[in-house]
DNA sequence: TTGGCAATCTGTAACGTTTCAGTATATTGA
DNA sequence: TCAATATACTGAAACGTTACAGATTGCCAA
């Protein structure tokens, strides 16, 4: 039995769904007709034009996504590729709001797909792809070389980057500027007389592991600071590694005195390692920390902070997408944000 | 011109998305028998129905969406109602988490639909509703008396709440047991000597709030402990808001000696604005706390914790709405998750 | 032999949309 | 006056799927 149960033949009163069908009829007009003088089309005079879009707005007329996605292979979706282990909590929440706060008002939706550690991060950008799931896709932890970027690129799917790729290649993406926030955090830190720095690195492998290692170098050596490696810590991993890592580091006598650390979680996990080795922050040590909420402060005032905001970067990301959707160059779709000022605690 | 620009009228070897039509016609069957082969049907011979499939996943045949959402009615979405401005950062990505957990090996996809403050919380329903957008919802923040409940249930699209409803209409929930956790909140805290105790309440109007206050009201006269009163404060406050009235009132003479807290973001004000006051954590005062990541321990060492897992949420949102998409019967899809022992610091 | 029936398979129509190739009417140019 | 042309509209087909109502074949009972 069809999922339709009234007599659909002639109109009835029925409170189905209106359609184009149903316009048509309402207008007395044809179903081509109605769909054209919808979009404006300029075959269609300005009247009949006029009155189609009066009925179809009383009677909540919208169009259906189905029948659009079949007969057009326009989705509406844009999907935000997400990693289920690595991705930062508010990561996640603030992209997904910066998101749907620009796609709001657009047709769109916004389908969140997620892949593990077990998997490739090529599969879930293959699936998009192959079943034409989406008409635009987000992806993160952006990789210098990055295989789902070119697979994107020669398939010609419009997609964004959160964080910048390094294969001479050219798509849209938002980036922060992590070479400035490292460069500045070891400035600010030389500053407050701290001249032997540790770095608690994102991610081996990802693009802004560079920015930020470079960032950090450069600083070092124009400042004339120098570096205590700690290369064993990246903020990927648990609490409890970068806990005791730390706290093995801060138990040594060349130990560092100032951190520069590129994510709140890991920094919560040195400062717990600073102190299980007996030393107290602002005294001993100073880190300096990106965070992306408000939170640091409260933890230890002493923290020094630079705020990172992820809601803009997902409101960046789907500009980016959209336009290269509508038709935008992706070379005009790239944006790059400036870290704050260091923050001292204030108050 | 449309999209497909392959000569399509006698299946060239084109290497387009293979469909029933091209499984049909290497086969040497015909489209219905493909697709009745592709479901199990009974009608179709075992050798048949083997062959096709054999052929379906050798080409990686994958049923188009928007063919069988218009044929059917089926959307293979369900969706994940958020409000943009209330919602914990550890619960948009831990939910999102587990919900993709479940429906990771089913065909369903998951979208997300916000709404702000400025909606009304209906509206991303109604929309979903009226425009079958998705086979089923899954909504948070939670009321008593809930006209988004009341609204679906009406329409009889599937969902299930985040909380439980007190309508006296039966659906899908999950929900965390909030009076048992304020209960042996109070109790653990009478249990180290405090007696006079405040409670940091859900927001005010959600089922959560009363499950809350009960749970502690009904401990405090069970141990003999007295509430001092803080109704100024919930958790959906901006930290500094909550800040200030925790340091107000710790400066009362009459301050209490213990707290409740419904959620770790509070908590962290909370604490802030006690030592705003001139006192100490542990010593002046004990704070236990709802936490949904394991990071309250790492911010203050004194602070006792409860656990509480949004991503064992999702999960079961996620598999009481394919639940009733399936056709269990709602009254089976609820359950009820218990706090863990209120945790003091380990080491 | 014939009729009936079960077992398999198939063509057609429909879901709602857009595109293509028109048609009908009014308007213009010579 | 007649044809050419612009304007405003229209029906049919197609996207990929499933439901309905057959169609074909073989087999068995009468």
Do not use: C
């Not at 407050?192 to 720095?197: A, I, P």
């Not at 608690?200 to 802004?208: K, S």
């Amino acid at each position: 039995m069809d999922r339709q149960r009234t007599d659909r033949n002639e109109e009835a009163s029925a409170q189905e769904r209106p359609t184009l069908k149903t316009l048509a009829f309402m207008t007395g007009l044809g179903v081509t007709t109605v769909s054209r003088a919808l979009k404006d089309a300029p075959e269609i005079g300005a009247e009949t034009r006029r009155r189609v879009q009066l009925v179809a707005k009383q009677i909540g007329y919208r169009p259906n996504r189905a029948g659009v996605r079949l007969r057009t292979g326009k989705t509406n979706v844009i999907s935000l590729v997400l990693n289920t282990e690595h991705e930062l909590m508010s990561f996640v929440s603030d992209i997904i709001y910066g998101v749907t706060e620009v796609i709001a008002d657009t047709p769109y939706h916004l389908i969140v797909t997620p892949y593990s550690r077990s998997q490739d991060p090529l599969d879930p950008v293959r699936y998009l792809v192959e079943t034409g799931s989406a008409d635009g896709v987000i992806i993160s932890r952006t990789q210098p070389n990055d295989p789902r970027a070119r697979y994107m690129l020669e398939r010609g799917i419009p997609f964004a980057t959160h964080g910048r790729t390094d294969m001479g290649l050219v798509h849209p993406y938002h980036d922060f500027d992590n070479y400035a926030f490292a460069n500045e955090a070891v400035r600010y830190l030389a500053g407050r007389g701290r001249s032997r720095l540790a770095l608690v690195t994102p991610p081996v492998g990802l693009t802004y592991y560079g920015h930020t290692v470079n960032g950090f170098v450069d600083a070092l050596s124009e400042v004339g600071a120098s570096e205590v490696p700690f290369n064993t810590v990246s903020i990927d991993q648990s609490i409890e590694q970068i806990r005791m890592r730390t706290a093995q580091l801060m138990r040594r006598k060349d130990r560092p005195d100032g951190f520069v650390s590129s994510a709140a979680a890991a920094t919560l996990a040195i400062v717990a390692g600073i102190e299980d080795a007996g030393l107290k922050l602002g005294r001993d040590v100073d880190v300096v920390s990106k965070q992306s909420s408000e939170l640091l402060h409260l933890f230890r005032r002493e923290l020094l902070v630079v705020n990172e905001s992820f809601r803009l970067a997902g409101s960046e990301l789907a500009r980016a997408v959209l336009g290269w959707i509508g038709g935008a160059a992706p070379g005009s779709l790239q944006t790059l944000s400036k870290p704050s000022e260091v923050l001292p605690y204030r108050g």
